[in-house]
């Protein structure tokens, strides 16, 4: 059983640092200058909680261009169960409740989960680029109603 949330109080924030550090930094050897921003205080945070455990989190901020996904982990642990998806359609549902007229989402992914972003509807766009030593492309999504 799992619940998303918007991550709100401290607690819940470290609980997003947590996971992210976790996947980011020491799975994938992020520098932590890199994978922590000034960004992470303009942006909303979400958790997955699987049984009352946070095991995924992701974030999203209003941009000039529309709306950016950012920092979409699942602790290894909880992979393979559809969080990263759930949290991503979490995100888009709350962003287009914020924002009513945001059409344009879009984000910068790993080369490697980029099958989980096209089976939401995401297309790549531009050349893949490298961000914190891992190649990315960037990929967006246009809703129409």
Known sequence: ???IIQAKSLE???EVFDIRI???VVEQACLPSEE???????AKHYLLLEDGKPVATGRYR??????KIERIATLASARGKGYASQIVQHIIQE?????PDATYFYLHSQQTVMPLYASLGFIPF???F????????????????
């Open 1 to 3: 059983m799992f619940k």
């Open 12 to 14: 819940e924030i470290h």
């Open 22 to 24: 976790e996947v980011f």
């Open 36 to 42: 922590f921003d000034e960004l992470d205080a303009q």
């Open 62 to 67: 209003k941009t000039d261009k529309g709306i």
């Open 95 to 99: 962003a287009r409740s914020a924002y």
């Open 126 to 128: 531009g050349e893949t």
């Open 130 to 145: 490298i961000e914190a030593d891992i190649v990315h492309q960037a990929m967006s999504l246009i809703i129409r109603d």
